[in-house]
């Protein structure tokens, strides 16, 4: 299996900063890395961010966006707004089993 | 859309088994239909998906015991996981995995399922 690490695994930041969490895979993976947000509460269903490493999803405000290809990708949150403050997962789907990361709890300094 | 029903109790050894319903279009598309878990306080672990023909992949570590199948006339597939402990309580997500991005881009809402006599 494909490992998948996060780093830092909790931060704590304020509104407008700018946050950078890292993901690093055991092995190459080209380009399918996926970054996923999930939020506590009624529908804590995970959301897409980015998909293939820096493809922002549908929807998605334009201050996420991702990087990096191969073993080392970023996701960057370029102005911290109140509504991001969530757990933030990256996922390989290069090889199954489509693995995560363990996440990055993002909360309010 | 996609919504999970299922028991919310399972008994050890049991079998657990969830279904999830594709609405707002066919299950027939370039999309895999996946299983994803989430026990309480913890990370996300993928389960298995399907593939409308019934082609599947399953988590290695899962592999014996889990079971996942398609119903192309009612547009929605399942989730059988047997011999279940208390370690298989968890949130149970349905999701698709999308053809072209490759990501898993709908999700259900989940379903909570606890193993407990």
């Known amino acids: 299996d494909i490992q998948m690490t996060q780093s830092p695994s909790s931060l704590s930041a304020s509104v407008g900063d700018r946050v950078t969490i890292t993901c690093r895979a055991s092995?190459?993976?080209?380009?399918?890395l996926n970054w996923y947000q999930q939020k506590p509460g009624k529908s804590p269903n995970p959301k897409v961010l980015i998909y293939s490493g820096s493809s922002v999803n549908n929807g998605v405000p334009s201050r996420f966006s991702g990087s990096g290809s191969g073993t080392d990708f970023t996701l960057t949150i370029s102005s911290l707004q109140p509504e991001d403050f969530a757990t933030y997962y990256c996922?390989?789907?290069?090889?199954?089993?489509?693995?995560f990361g363990p996440g990055t709890k993002v909360d309010i300094k | 859309q996609l919504q999970e029903s299922g028991p919310g109790l399972v008994k050890p050894s049991g079998t657990l088994s969830l279904t999830c319903v594709v609405s707002?279009?066919?299950?027939?598309?370039?999309?895999?239909w996946t299983w994803v878990r989430q026990a309480p306080g913890t990370g996300l672990e993928w389960i298995g998906e399907i593939y409308h023909n019934g082609n599947t992949n399953y988590s290695p570590s899962l592999n014996s015991r889990v079971s996942i199948s398609v119903d192309k006339s009612k547009n929605q597939f399942s989730l059988k996981l047997n011999s279940v402990t208390a370690a298989d309580t968890a949130m149970y997500y349905c999701?698709?995995?999308?053809?072209?991005?490759?990501?898993?881009?709908?999700w259900g809402q989940g379903t909570m399922v606890t193993v407990s006599s």
């Open positions: 092995q190459t993976i080209d380009i399918y």
């Open positions: 996922q390989q789907t290069y090889r199954s089993p489509f693995t």
């Open positions: 707002g279009g066919s299950i027939i598309n370039s999309n895999w």
């Open positions: 999701a698709s995995r999308h053809g072209a991005k490759n990501a898993f881009d709908v």
